[in-house]
Structures are given as C-alpha cells and as structure tokens.
C-alpha cells in the first residue's frame, strides 16, 4: 500500500514539474536570446561521407608534358585544321617534315612534305623556318631556302610559297622563282609569318638580314594578297621592330637580331612575339612587344624577355601559338635546346600564354617534364577560366588566394604561402553546377608541397589521401570521373595535410577541368 502511494506521488510531482517547465518555456522574459536560438536546438546528425576512388592514372594522352621526343626540329610553326595540330618546322637539309597532335604534347612523324627543289631551281639548301597557312581551301607555306650549297658564310637567302591540298604534304612551289629577295649574297629574307586581320588585310612579317654589311637583323612588314597560286606584295615593307642599341639589353647578349615574327591579336592589340641572341647559345630567350596597327609602331614590354633560360631549360626561343580546340586557350609553341651543357640540337615545346587583365602577357614556362592539363576542348574537356570563388580557413602570409586561380603554376612571385596550421583548408564554390571531371593542383615545389589533400565534393563524397610527387612542381591529379553521372558539383572543399616537421606550405595553381 505504501509503495503504490509513493509511485502516485511521484508521478504527481513529475507531472507538476513538466508543466512548470513549460510555463517557463513559453514566458518570453525567461527565452532564450532569439540570435542564439540555435543553441538550444538539437545538433544536426553528422554528414556521411560516401567514399569514392580517385583514379590517378589519367594514361598517357590525359595530360600535356614537354618531353624533348622530336629528335630535331626547331622554328616551329602550328597550323590547326580538322581537329588535329600540325607542325612544321626546320627540321632536315633538303626540305620540311610534317608533325601531328591532338594535345600539342604527343606528336606523330608525318614525314616529309617539302622536298628541296619542288617546283624551282633555287631552293637547293639552307631550308628554314616555314610557315604554314590555311586560306580559301588550299594550305599555302611561306619558307626560306637558298641556290647555294649549304655552309657558305653568308648564303643568299630568299623567301618562296609552295601549296598543297593536305596539311601533309606535298607541298609544290608556286613558282620557279622566288617569292621575295634581293640579288645580294650579303642580305637575306627569312622567317616569315602571315597574319590574317579581322578586315581581311593579309600581313608578311619576316627578317631582313644586313648583319654582313653591317646592319642588323630587323622585323619587318608588307601587305600582301592571296588568290589561289597568286600571291603578290601590294605594298611598301616596313620596318617594325629593331634591336635594341643600348650593348647592355638582353637583346645584345649574343649580336644584333630580333627574329622569328609571331603577331597574336588579343583584346583589340597587337603582341608581336619574337626572339633575340644566338640560338644555340643559352641567352637565345624570347620578348614581345605591341602595338595598336599591325604595321606598327610597336613598344616592347619592360619584362622582357618572358620566356628563357632556366634550371631545366635551356635557350627558349622562336616560336609560334595555337589556339585550344574550344577557341579559350592560347599556347606558345617554341623549340628549346635538347641539352643544358653542349649545343646538341633542337626540340619542341608547348606551354601556356596567359593574359593578366592589365593586357600584360606571359608564357607559363619554360617546363619540362612538368604535367599540365589538355588543351581547353580536347576529349570533351573544359577548363574552367573563371566562375568559381576561392576562401581559406587560414592565413596567407605571402601572396594573394586569386593567385591560385590565375592559370599560372610556374610562377613563384605569384605563390601563396600557408602557414601556422596542421591542416590547411582551401574551399572553393562555383557559380553554377557543373560535371566537375579534374582538379589540379600545384605546390610552389616539391620541398614546399603539403603531404597530401584530400578532396569533399557537395559536402557528400570524399576522396581521402592523395598523395603531392616529390618531383618539383609536379601537380596532385584528382579525377572525378567515379562520381554518379547525374552529380553536378557545387562546392569543393580541399584539405592538406602537412608533415609534422612542415609549419605551411606554398601552392602556385588550382585549375579546375569540367565536361563540355
């Protein structure tokens, strides 16, 4: 009997101190502060992550690299047609090879697709520096070539124009004689490049050599047109570009030349590209220089030279660009010493031309061996130029956090240092959803490079523990081809792991590659 008292009375008293609760509860003067109701309420149950596999092997055509493959070749020009790149170059005595790409990285030798006196007399050696263009459904080379035999000190040199139907060859000379050249054993025409306008004027840059009779090697000028197998001068050649006077430039390291024209209209200007110095020396380096009329005048960059010499490169220089399949990317084309001691011959290479939005242009190389993605468009890949934001959950001691999203990873004034953290966190949210399929990323190099990053995709899917190479500057390759098909990414959330002796670590570039 006592205890069944006892039970009611406790239930009695635990009904009066519920409803006390309650009466407390709904009082206003005694809730809790509005900003802060949060606090009160139950913690959200934690996120389960859905772990997927990174495949990091991307095979051997999922990434571009400079290798030094093409055994000699040098004065490259890059023609794109048909979904595949094209090559031309200085590459035998007697007349031109032919290379092709889909990725400016893997080349296939095409063989040769200008034999030494197609069409002419003239051009028995000294074949140099062609120059290869598409227009009104004929493939026309603009190139130099000399009647002499090949070694004389200074060969007469003269320009011709040869066509073809197919970017391989054969190209035949338009004519028995050469296209432009002066009857002088001293002077020389050589390496030229036709710029076609947007006003349909067509433009003949080339080299006019008056070194042996004590001039210098000058970039000049000429309106020309194009009409089928004619193709004829219109106007008075102009010079557009000299060495520089003063003994102490870059320019006058090894002579008195400025070569290998290249004109790229971007933004309404005109960079005419070229290269300086003796080829075969390592001071050959390459500078620019622009100008709001093809025909000048044109003012070179105060950074000059943008591309040179450095610890795995060696003497940089005469190049072309080509475009990305999807028409946003540019890339210099160059041919680089195949050694860094002895002169031993000549190789290709390509490399990113990024433009700041000052209109300054850069070339992110010289690289060797370093892997960077596709171009923009190729195998159906995009890469994400803009339309993402970056944040930090730690501090920056040097550089600025857009720096890693400034398509430049070879530049370490432009790094950003991480410090005082075990884990650095770098989220990154994009503008509109996307099928996010590559992420990579770029440590200053391989001594400042976190241990590894894992990667957590729409707060939902984590890819844990990839490892950074102890190579310089070699990216960590995440791909996110495993994702379910109907994913369109939102947010990224990377998270580096550091070593215990690390105090930060430096990144130079994060790019972001999504599906067309």
């Known amino acids: 009997m006592i205890s069944k008292i006892l039970k009611f009375s406790f239930c009695i008293l635990t009904l009066f101190f519920a409803a006390w609760l309650c009466g407390c509860a709904s009082d206003p003067a005694n809730s809790p502060d509005t900003e802060n109701s949060d606090l009160t309420s139950d913690p959200a149950p934690e996120t389960q992550l859905i772990e997927i596999k990174n495949g ?34 200085t590459s035998i005595g007697t007349g031109f090879k032919c290379w092709s790409s889909e990725n400016l990285s893997l080349w296939t030798d095409e063989g040769v697709c200008f034999k030494s006196g197609s069409g002419s007399a003239w051009n028995k050696s000294c074949h140099w520096a062609p120059g290869v263009v598409y227009y009104n459904n004929l493939f026309y080379m603009f190139f130099t070539a000399s009647p002499q035999p090949s070694g004389q000190k200074y060969e007469k040199l003269y320009m011709g124009v040869a066509t073809s139907e197919s970017p391989t060859g054969p190209f035949v000379s338009i004519s028995e004689e050469p296209f432009m050249g002066e009857d002088k054993v001293e002077i020389g025409v050589v390496d030229p490049y036709v710029l076609f306008d947007d006003d349909g004027s067509i433009y003949l840059y080339y080299n006019y050599d008056r070194r042996a009779l004590g001039g210098t ?40 030349i400025v070569e290998g024209a290249v004109v790229l209209k971007h933004g309404g200007k005109y960079y005419l590209m070229y290269s300086s110095n003796s080829y075969a020396k390592p001071e050959y380096a390459m500078g620019y220089a622009v100008s709001d009329s093809p025909t000048g005048p044109f ?23 080509a475009v990305s399949p999807d028409g946003t990317e540019y890339f210099c084309v160059y041919h680089t010493h195949k050694s860094l001691g002895e002169y031993t011959g000549r190789t290709v290479a390509a490399d990113r031309i990024v433009f700041l939005e000052d209109g300054t242009m850069l070339v992110d190389g010289p690289s060797y061996y370093i892997k960077s993605p596709l171009p923009s468009g190729t195998k159906g890949l995009t890469r994400l130029q803009d339309g993402y934001s970056l944040q930090t959950n730690c501090k920056t001691v040097s550089g600025d956090l857009p720096f890693l999203s400034d398509h430049l990873t ?3 004034d432009r790094a950003v240092r991480f410090e005082d953290q075990n884990t650095v966190r770098i989220d990154i ?24 990053a894992s990667l957590i995709i729409n707060d939902q899917y984590i890819i844990r523990d990839v490892k950074f190479s102890n190579s310089t500057r070699q990216p960590c390759v995440f791909l996110l081809d495993k994702l379910p098909e109907d994913v369109l990414v939102e947010t990224v959330q990377i998270e580096f792991a550091l070593d215990e002796s690390e105090s930060g670590c430096t990144l130079t570039e994060i790019i972001l590659c999504a599906q067309e």
């Open 217 to 256: 090697l000058d970039i000049y000028c000429v309106p020309i047109t194009i009409d089928k197998t004619d193709v004829r001068i219109t106007g008075d050649p102009v010079c557009v570009l000299q060495p520089e006077s003063d003994p102490n430039s870059w320019e006058r390291s090894q002579g008195t």
């Open 299 to 321: 003012v070179k960059y105060e950074g000059n030279p943008i591309l040179h010499s450095n610890d795995s490169v060696n003497g940089p220089g005469h190049n072309d660009y």
């Open 410 to 412: 070879s530049f370490a």
């Open 56 to 89: 990091m092997f991307i095979g051997q055509t999922g990434y571009m690299q400079n290798t030094g493959a093409i055994s000699s070749a040098a004065d490259p020009s890059v023609l794109y047609y048909d979904g595949k790149y094209y090559m031309y170059a």
């Open 429 to 452: 949210t994009l503008d509109s959803p996307c099928a996010l399929q590559q992420l990579w990323i770029y440590p200053q190099d391989a001594e400042n490079a976190p241990a590894t």
